[in-house]
């Protein structure tokens, strides 16, 4: 008896079912096209949250239509022939699941902007996964063995395709072929990385950190490692590629802010995405780990030098070398060995360069100074540090000028720009002076974005903000200022109420004038008491003044007294009672040359008519005796 089983045909029973699901496919597809066609990337909505289920559906039809494949295989046999009478409903599962998996994809590649070479590719696999399953579905009802067989294949193999291009752009294209034989490499590499792929480039630990090629060694392993995972050529998100120069500076098509605007960092997209907070939906890059300070260094300083592949280090400026140093560590060794090489790098790049390079570099700031009229000299004999002092020009010294002093930036400790022109845009300048300690800005056009600039200045110890126009938010860029110990802030904006609580945080004194001003009307008036007591205890000596000294008569009937107090200090104890003969003689005696009788003659009647009523005064001596006797007696 044969085993074979006969082939029960559908005659193109339900043929119309599949053919209306196939009609509405291809609508909701077309009507998300027109619906999403401008979209800028930022997704949301139904449609962006159904779309995120594609990682859950698109591996229903790889099993359906794998499930399909071993029915095909397996039906050769004749004891697994019966298994074609399910081949029929397992193609409609296939092309169910396929309509369901490419449409959720449609959805979110529509809402989230997705594009590229990788991505178009999957896209198209995809689609043909559902067409190719329409037909084997057709060809299995109408019993057409062998075109079912045939498309079930296709079916297979676009499959495949699909998840294979799929697979680089969630991932790279190096993914599948990393550890794959050598002989395989080509084959699974066919359909990728057109053109060549990103630029093969890194830094290197042989040549100077100051040649260099900005772009080539740190901008594009900076863009490889953090970018290029979703804007390259097989996956180009938000319709932007950073993986080459060309593309990088051709930007994102179709928005409205440019992506790296050359001599302009602060508007350049690439940097204020790279610089948002961690939790905002738009910072880039969304998954994985930010920019690291010094790459954003680097990555500012570049733009706003021209962003061109020429540019060296040494074209960015002296302070960009220290990071330079920290990225080439980072690039080519652990993150370790980073951080110990970006703390040597900020004492020790200025000692990297020859003599002959150190020497330039002060004559070209020396011939500058005495170009536009500023002072530049050591901290001492024996510490040849800088310090700089604009005084004498602080009517013309700008942020141009301040640009001279780059060339010896990690030489200056000490920078006195006090009225001078500068403005934010030169604190960046400042912000490269890596051993820096004092820093006078007083009576300056400087905010609180250009205070922002000096985080990094580990060095920093005084800072004087003195009649700018800084308020509270300085506080944050104090926060990073490790050895600041004193700033001030008199006629700011900065609320002592939030200087008093930032006090009480850090180690550090903000003066805001305030408490000076409040305790200095109180302080005067005491501290003046005292000055003004000596001053009138003279006063009475004058000869003007006789009517006020001439109660010290009785004080001459008092010396006795005071020459028994005397004693003690002379010392003569045998003569206690012969003293107080001699001395109210010597007392009249010099009352008249205190008193000369030639002064009164030509006063005022009132005058004389007051030392008429003085002299009885004077010579009442009884009245005076009792009092003697009783303060004698106190005394003794």
């Not at 990103?198 to 901008?219: A, H, K, R």
């Not at 060296?312 to 330079?324: C, F, N, S």
């Not at 109180?522 to 003279?538: G, I, R, Y």
Request: charged share 25%.
């Amino acid at each position: 008896m044969s085993t074979f089983v006969k082939h029960e045909t559908q005659k193109g029973k339900g043929l119309g079912l599949a053919w209306l699901a196939v009609i509405l496919w291809v609508l909701a597809l077309a009507v998300t096209w027109f619906a999403y066609r401008n979209s800028d990337g930022s997704g949301g909505g139904f449609i962006n949250f159904v779309g995120r289920f594609h990682p859950l559906f698109v591996h229903m039809p790889i099993g359906f239509i794998s499930l399909a494949l071993i029915i095909e295989v397996a039906s050769f046999f004749k004891g697994f022939v019966y298994l074609q009478k399910f081949q029929t409903f397992v193609l409609w599962l296939c092309l169910l699941s396929g309509i369901v998996a490419t449409l959720f994809g449609y959805f979110l590649m529509a809402a989230e902007d997705f594009a590229g070479h990788a991505m178009d590719m999957h896209l198209y696999f995809g689609l043909a996964v559902v067409v190719c399953s329409l037909f084997a579905l057709i060809s299995s009802v109408k019993g057409k063995l062998m075109f079912q067989r045939l498309w079930v294949g296709a079916s297979m193999f676009t499959c495949a395709a699909a998840g294979h291009f799929g697979g680089a752009m969630v991932h790279t294209p190096e993914y599948l072929t990393e550890h794959a034989p050598a002989a395989l490499v080509p084959l699974l590499d066919i359909g990728l990385n057109p053109g060549g792929g990103p630029e093969e480039t890194g830094p290197s630990e042989e040549t100077p950190v100051g040649e260099q090629l900005v772009y080539e060694n740190f901008i594009a392993p900076m863009m490889a490692g953090k970018c290029n995972e979703c804007h390259d050529a097989n996956k180009t998100k938000g319709k932007l590629r950073t993986d080459t120069h060309e593309f990088l500076l051709a930007g994102a098509k179709g928005s409205d802010f440019t992506t790296v605007d050359p001599e302009n960092a602060e508007e350049s997209e690439l940097v204020f995405r790279s610089e948002l907070p961690r939790d905002d939906d738009e910072a880039m890059p969304p998954d994985g780990d930010p920019l690291t300070a010094e790459e954003l260094q680097i990555l500012r300083a570049w733009i706003d030098s021209g962003a061109t592949q020429e540019l060296t280090v040494a074209d960015l400026g002296a302070e960009m070398e220290a990071p330079a140093v920290t990225l080439v560590a980072l690039y080519t060794g652990s993150e370790e060995e980073a951080a110990v090489a970006g703390e040597v790098a900020t004492v020790s790049v200025w000692d990297t360069l020859e003599p002959e390079e150190q020497a330039q570099r002060l004559d070209d700031v020396k011939a500058a100074a005495e170009t536009h009229h500023f002072s530049v000299m050591p901290i001492s004999a024996e510490d040849d540090r800088l310090r700089i002092n604009v005084i004498n020009a602080s009517k013309e010294f700008g942020d141009e000028q301040l640009a001279l002093l780059e060339p010896v930036a990690e030489r200056i400790v000490w920078l006195d720009l006090a009225r001078s022109q500068i403005t934010d845009a030169g604190m960046e300048t400042i912000g490269g002076m890596s051993n820096l300690e004092r820093l006078h800005l007083e009576n300056t056009a400087v905010s609180d974005d250009g205070i922002a600039e000096l985080t990094g200045l580990a060095n920093l110890e005084y800072l004087n903000l003195y009649n700018t126009k800084v308020g509270n938010g300085i506080f944050d860029t104090f926060a990073t200022l490790p050895n600041l110990r004193k700033a001030y802030v008199w006629q700011t904006e900065v609320e002592a109420g939030a200087a008093r609580s930032f006090e009480r945080s850090v180690n550090l004194e903000v003066n805001t004038g305030i408490e000076l001003a409040a305790v200095t009307p109180a302080e005067e008036p005491a501290e003046a008491a005292p000055e003004e007591k000596p001053e009138v205890a003279p006063a009475p000596k004058p000869e003007d003044k006789k009517p006020a000294a001439t109660p010290a008569a009785k004080p001459e009937e008092k010396k006795p007294a005071a020459a028994l107090e005397a004693k003690p200090e002379t010392k003569p104890a045998p003569k206690p009672e012969a003293k107080p003969a001699p001395k109210p003689v010597a007392a009249a005696e010099k009352k008249p040359e205190a008193k000369p009788e030639e002064k009164p003659a030509p006063k005022p009647a009132g005058n004389q008519k007051g030392k008429a009523k003085a002299q009885p005064k004077a010579a009442d001596t009884p009245p005076a005796e009792p009092k003697k006797e009783t303060e004698d007696k106190k005394k003794a």
